[in-house]
Structure formats: structure tokens, C-alpha cells
Nanobody, 114 residues
Framework: QVQLVESGGGSVQAGGSLSLSCASS????????MGWYRQAPGKERELVAT???????DYVDSVKGRFTISRDNTKNTMYLQMNSLKPDDAGVYYC????????WGQGTQVTVSD
């Protein structure tokens, strides 16, 4: 079972920034398309951002221009830089492959207050 570990969440005020990290000790993340997903309370988990093996990125419309997905192959870590956070961005953020596998980590909580 592939283990992906998310970190970096926290509580910020609207307009603030957070940087999330996703690391694995069992697989080279550069060898797969990856994604960041989030789940808000009472809502289904949604795909937020993706990065291909070649480094191409894509975002859900609601975060375009504010979030940046990236990957540091030397550290085998994927990141999600989140700027200009809004209360609607709150939720538990997960990393997974894209398409996602059934194996989810614990995620990292993001709270955004007005």
C-alpha cells in the first residue's frame, strides 16, 4: 500500500496563505500524475489541482490564480501553495494519484476564518 503523508494545514484568516506538502517514502512521486483533493464538511471530496509526470498543471476554476501545485523531485515531495484563501477553501486536503486510488491518507485540515 502506497503511503502518502500530507502536512502543512492550519488556521488562517481570509486572504492568508498556507503551503501544503505531500511526501512518500515508498514511491517516487515524479513517476505518476498526482493531485490535491479537498473535502469540506458535508460535501464530497473534490479534485483541486493536478500535476502530470511532465509537470503540466491544472486547477479547478475556483482556485485558479490563487493556488499553485508543484513538485520537488529531489525531495520526493509535492506542494500546494494556497494564497488569497477564502472561507470556501476550508476543508481537509488530501494528496493522491490522479486518477485517485482508493487509498487515502489522513489529510491535513485547512481552516479559513472571515
Amino acid at each position: 500500500q502506497v503511503q502518502l503523508v500530507e502536512s502543512g494545514g492550519g488556521s488562517v484568516q481570509a486572504g492568508g496563505s498556507l503551503s501544503l506538502s505531500c511526501a512518500s517514502s515508498r514511491i517516487e512521486l515524479k513517476l505518476a500524475a498526482m493531485g490535491w483533493y479537498r473535502q469540506a464538511p458535508g460535501k464530497e471530496r473534490e479534485l483541486v489541482a493536478t500535476i502530470t509526470m511532465g509537470g503540466n498543471t491544472d486547477y479547478v476554476d475556483s482556485v485558479k490564480g490563487r493556488f499553485t501545485i508543484s513538485r520537488d523531485n529531489t525531495k520526493n515531495t509535492m506542494y500546494l501553495q494556497m494564497n488569497s484563501l477564502k472561507p470556501d477553501d476550508a476543508g481537509v486536503y488530501y494528496c493522491n494519484f490522479h486518477p485517485a486510488t482508493p487509498y487515502w491518507g489522513q489529510g491535513t485540515q485547512v481552516t479559513v476564518s472571515d
